[in-house]
């Protein structure tokens, strides 16, 4: 599989995931979960002490969106090689006048999820997924299970089938 980590079907690893996360995942047959150091769930070192790939890595962002007074969220997915153009094509995309990342603790709050350990699996309802081009090709991809110590693989196409999903071109040039 991927680096050095023991991957495991994730169905069958329900505890390596978030409550949010593990309440859909049986709808992720070709998902595997690994248990990791929390300490290393941030991105870079996460992959330089598992070899694990950057080009495989998927962050998940989370967007707050604003347009007369109201804010929406919406995630994103982009692989740790990219840089997301929140101010251009996220926020041109959802019709919001300002975009910026939704501070941690509204993230954490919203998602039932561990910063450092979003993912767009078992996100809240109506919320939209962005997933990059890049990130829906991917033959399978590396990202949060909604906790630090855990990480989820599965296909990139996986993540295109979720509710609210589309796929667009996400990274800045």
């Not at 926020?91 to 450092?116: I, V």
Request: proline share 6%.
């Amino acid at each position: 599989m991927v680096g050095s980590l023991e991957w495991v079907p994730a169905n069958e690893r329900r505890d390596l995931l978030a409550e949010p996360v593990a309440a859909v995942i049986g709808d992720q047959p070709d998902a595997s979960a690994a248990e990791i150091d929390p300490d290393l769930a941030d991105t870079e070192a996460f992959c330089e002490r598992y070899g694990v790939p950057l080009e495989i890595s998927a962050n998940c962002v989370v967007i707050a969106a604003k347009r007369g007074g109201e804010v929406t969220y919406a995630a994103c997915m982009i692989l740790a090689t990219d840089r997301i153009d929140v101010n251009g094509v996220v926020r041109k995309h959802l019709g919001a006048r300002k975009a910026s990342f939704a501070p941690m603790s509204e993230a954490t709050t919203l998602t039932g999820m561990e910063y450092g350990g979003i993912t767009p699996v078992g996100l809240p309802a109506g919320w939209p997924i962005l997933v990059d081009e890049k990130v829906a090709a991917a033959a399978e991809v590396v990202i949060g299970s909604g906790l630090r110590r855990s990480k989820i693989l599965l296909p990139g196409k996986a993540l295109t089938a979720l509710p609210g999903a589309e796929v667009i071109a996400l990274a800045q040039a």
